[in-house]
């Protein structure tokens, strides 16, 4: 399975961007999608994940209300629209896959992609 994950970029605080992950190679039909990210210096945190049959979404804390997971099939894509960005927003955003359920566990994923850059100035 390869995952390629893109839209990073600079924003300046409060504004958006949205990435995406495009799953490719081997398919699974029940599989979930998680997104993570990484600041300098800091541990990997879980920011949302998403079921492939898009019922199930789980958000970390931090960016409820601000980002939104979805799902397109059709396309083995995953979004995750970010809304009112914050500085302490900006890392290297990471997109992985797992079978079935979605979950807020790194460890619990088994594919990843290369990240994509997130800068929000202030």
């Known amino acids: 399975v390869q995952l390629q994950a893109s839209g990073g970029g600079l924003v300046q605080d409060g504004g958006s961007l949205r990435l995406s992950c495009t799953t490719s190679g081997r398919t699974f039909s029940n599989y979930a999608v998680g997104w993570f990210r990484r600041a300098p210096g800091q541990g990997r945190e879980f920011v949302a994940a998403?079921?492939?049959?898009?019922?199930?979404?789980y958000y970390a804390d931090s960016v409820k209300g601000r980002f939104t997971i979805s799902s397109d099939n059709a396309k083995n894509t995953v979004y995750l629209q970010m809304n009112s960005l914050k500085p302490e927003d900006t890392a290297t955003y990471y997109c992985?896959?797992?079978?079935?359920?979605?979950?807020?566990?790194?460890?619990?994923?088994?594919?990843w992609g290369q990240g994509t850059q997130v800068t929000v100035s202030s």
């Open positions: 998403i079921g492939m049959s898009g019922i199930m979404t």
């Open positions: 992985a896959v797992r079978l079935y359920d979605p979950s807020r566990l790194g460890s619990a994923y088994d594919y």
